[in-house]
């Protein structure tokens, strides 16, 4: 499993959440697994953070305006737009430059990895992967604290 190392700057909240945390945090999903993403969203909600699904790049893009997420979770290999066109479209634009985006992917191969690390992801996970593992990435952002 490759994990990259993720700087992040903290956040402030305003209200508690059964993870510790304050407030929550509002995360977008792009996944096209359907079992995936409901998996990553349920495991996600439980955990106190406000999470939109999409099944791939372009919903991502039309939703963002509406929803205005704090943290963007995307699949690398999706049909209609994959999770690296996603990443530059939105480091690209003024509005979405600044998203926090951290890359999931089944392909082992780094070709993939350094892709989405080139386009501007936070960092990449390599399904599969244990789910603590993508709640530590988002406490990490969170708190500005390695786990």
């Known amino acids: 499993m490759s994990i990259s190392t993720i700087t992040m700057e903290p956040r402030q909240r305003t209200s508690p959440i059964s993870n510790g945390l304050e407030s929550k945090m509002r995360i977008l999903l792009v996944e096209d697994a359907p079992f995936l ?9 439980i955990h ?14 039309d939703c963002i305006a509406e ?8 699949d690398l290999r999706m049909p209609v737009m994959d999770g690296v066109e996603l990443i530059h479209r939105l480091r690209t634009d003024p509005e979405t430059a600044h998203l926090p ?15 989405a690390m080139q386009a501007g992801a936070l960092g990449c996970l390599i399904k599969p992967f244990d789910l603590s593992v993508l709640l530590d990435r988002l ?3 969170q708190t500005g604290e390695p786990i």
């Open 37 to 45: 993403r409901f998996a990553f969203a349920r495991l996600l909600r």
């Open 48 to 61: 106190g953070y406000e999470v939109k699904e999409v099944n791939d790049g372009r919903q991502a893009l």
């Open 67 to 74: 929803f205005q997420p704090e943290f963007v979770v995307t």
């Open 101 to 115: 985006v951290l890359a999931i992917t089944a392909d082992a191969d780094e070709y993939f990895e350094n892709q």
């Open 139 to 141: 406490r990490e952002f």
